[in-house]
């Protein structure tokens, strides 16, 4: 390829991808512009970015005091938290046994974890509602937290990490007299940091974002997850504060934003499962 | 240190026999080399021995103890890998010290942060550290204890690997090809050191390689290992010059002996034992010459002869009077007395 062909093809990929670019990003510049506007200017016809008169502090403040927000984004926390932290506990032994043990029924065991990942978390909403019913846990932290805890994505991502660290090095592990709960402590877990977080970026975005199963399960408004407390905001405000409102999808919205950029190298360094190099 | 023997070894996996049959008795301090081409069952013994497989059948027993039953942990016993195996999130030093580590400090003084606050975990740390430091010392990788494996080179991790096995003075070693990562120079310099390393220890070593040079140089005695059945346990110098069967000639030498068919079996005559002389001499087998690879020291000369599928090896002296020629109509004469034969079974018979 000659460099007339190869810059011709370096502009017409810049301009495929920021054409996408654009299209992901505008709605959020629309609800950051939105955030920072008074109620006049976000129906005024005239499109503009920045507002004439500036309603940023209004809107924030109305966005912390008409509803708990704080108390939502604690109940975010705590909420994508216990579950990443539960289903670490329950997917990297899991993980390590179907990856690197020997036992009858493994492989069938592992088919169950890949048709568990086929499985859409709608499906499984109803039994699972009258089961919280039974046990008496409906709107608590726990529902939002217990079904989500065993992770089929879980399994499956730290399984096919844990294939890539070679079998020498649990051999050696075992001659060193390691057991092998220690062998997952000591010698996986500090190797599999990459996969673990990519699994924790994933895992607490769509847990943070999760809005179905929050509105099923939970009636408290103190137990609101923040797309959740959204809802409540526009119940409390009819519908019609676009200000505020946008402040506080703003405001939910950021940690994750900061979560991922913090995040970002070594999250694509887990999701490529870059293998051992001794 | 400690003896080891197999007696009557067997292990498959699934329809596929890998060892058949195995018995062999290691003395204590000795240098045993597992020889014999990839997928003859070589690797999978040590393993078995190192508590990594479990075999089907028979019994394996390390110093007086039997230990088919026992866990690799529990069984003393230190393995160097070909790949060497470091723990790579580990520092050198962590890498050397981990198998003290678990045997001198219990569950609870082992773990981050709270274990340092627990009487003993200090006095405990303190003696991992010097013999640490003492095996780094023995082989000359004091300087590099506080690197990560990803900044060592092969032969530096080699030590580490041989470090982390010494450290805790074990029953015995096994060495899973452990040069053969290495570039040829580093492999020939290592293979004094380990010899060198194994005689200072007094440690019993059981070395699988397929390389025969390796097995040839440092090697008290070699088992000569193929289709999952030793064949021949002898010190390098009986194996070459006097083996019991034609495959095991066959396997041990380079260039390889050369092989004639005769009525009821085969003679087998190494190519230092041929002779070149002229075509028509009594007793020669007549051919062309294909090939003269000059070595430096010695020349190897390759000769077409009818009937025969693969070309006869005569090795020549560089200092020998003659000078074949590519094309040369030659005979190849063996010495006398230097022809081994072998029946139609390929076992050795002796006059």
Redesign the interface.
């Given at each position: 390829m000659n460099r007339r062909g190869t810059l011709l093809g370096h502009i017409l990929r810049h301009a495929v991808l920021i054409f996408g670019l654009v299209i992901m990003l505008a709605p959020f510049v629309w609800m950051i512009s939105t955030s920072l506007k008074p109620p006049n200017e976000i129906f005024s016809t005239k499109l503009s970015l920045l507002p004439n008169n500036w309603a940023a502090a209004e809107n924030y403040t109305k966005a912390f005091t008409k509803v708990p927000l704080l108390r939502y984004l604690l109940n975010g926390v705590i909420v994508t938290g216990g579950i990443f932290l539960l289903q670490l506990i329950v997917s990297l032994p899991c993980a390590y046994a179907l990856a690197k043990l020997r036992f009858k029924g493994r492989d069938i065991l592992f088919t169950m974890v890949l048709i568990g990942l086929m499985i859409p978390a709608q499906a499984p909403a109803i039994p699972r509602y009258v089961m919280l019913y039974e046990v008496g846990l409906l709107d608590s932290y726990a529902a939002l937290i217990v079904p989500f805890v065993f992770s089929a994505f879980g399994i499956f991502l730290m399984r096919q990490f844990f294939k890539t660290v070679?079998d020498?090095?649990m051999?050696?592990?075992?001659?060193?007299?390691?057991?092998e709960f220690?062998i997952l402590c000591r010698?996986m877990l500090?190797?599999a940091m990459p996969a673990m977080l990519a699994f924790g970026v994933i895992s607490i975005v769509t847990h943070w974002n999760d809005f179905f199963w929050p509105l099923i399960v939970i009636q408290t408004g103190d137990l609101a997850t923040p797309p959740l407390g959204t809802l409540f905001f526009r119940n409390e405000e009819a519908g019609s504060d676009f200000g505020p409102l946008m402040a506080g999808t703003v405001v939910i919205t950021a940690p994750l934003v900061l979560l991922f950029l913090a995040a970002q190298r070594r999250f694509i360094e887990g999701v490529t499962l870059s293998g051992?190099?001794? | 240190m400690a003896a080891i023997s197999f007696e009557n070894v067997r292990k498959s996996f699934g329809a596929v026999e890998v060892l058949k049959d195995v018995s062999l008795d290691i003395a204590d301090g000795e240098f045993l080399t597992l020889l014999g081409p990839s997928g003859c069952g070589k690797s999978t013994l040590l393993r078995i021995v190192a508590g990594l497989e479990r075999n089907d059948a028979g019994s394996i027993t390390i110093g007086d103890r039997r230990v088919d039953a026992l866990p690799a942990r529990d069984r003393d016993i230190a393995m160097v890998f070909q790949s060497y195996a470091l723990y790579p999130h580990m520092t050198v030093a962590e890498n050397i010290g981990l198998p003290l580590t678990m045997r001198r400090m219990n569950a609870w003084q082992r773990l981050p942060g709270l274990g340092a606050l627990l009487p003993g975990t200090r006095a405990a740390r303190k003696s991992v550290a010097k013999d640490v430091a003492e095996a780094a010392e023995a082989l000359d990788i004091g300087p590099l204890l506080q690197r990560k494996p990803s900044q060592l080179s092969g032969g530096q991790k080699q030590r580490v690997a041989l470090g982390r096995a010494m450290v805790r003075h074990p029953a015995a070693f096994l060495l899973d090809e452990p040069l053969s990562n290495l570039d040829a120079k580093l492999r020939v310099q290592m293979r004094a050191e380990l010899t060198e390393l194994q005689r200072r220890l007094g440690a019993t070593m059981i070395y699988v390689t397929h390389d025969q040079s390796e097995a040839m140089t440092m090697s008290d005695r070699v088992a000569v290992m193929l289709a999952g059945k030793l064949q021949q346990v002898a010190p390098p110098r009986q194996l070459y010059d006097d083996p019991e069967t034609l495959a095991v000639a066959e396997f041990v030498g380079s260039p390889k002996i050369n092989v004639l068919s005769v009525a009821g079996g085969f003679h087998a005559v190494r190519p230092e034992a041929m002779e070149v002389v002229a075509d028509d001499a009594p007793g020669a087998i007549a051919g062309r010459i294909r090939l003269v690879e000059h070595l430096g020291s010695e020349s190897l000369v390759h000769v077409e002869v009818p009937d025969v599928p693969l070309p006869l090896i005569a090795r020549l002296e560089a200092m020998s009077a003659r000078d074949p020629k590519r094309g040369e109509a030659v005979g190849l004469r063996p010495l006398p007395g230097r022809v081994l034969k072998f029946d139609a079974t390929g076992s050795r018979i002796r006059d």
């Open positions: 070679p020498d090095l051999h050696a592990a075992r001659l060193d007299g390691l057991g220690e010698i500090p190797l051992m190099k001794g | -």
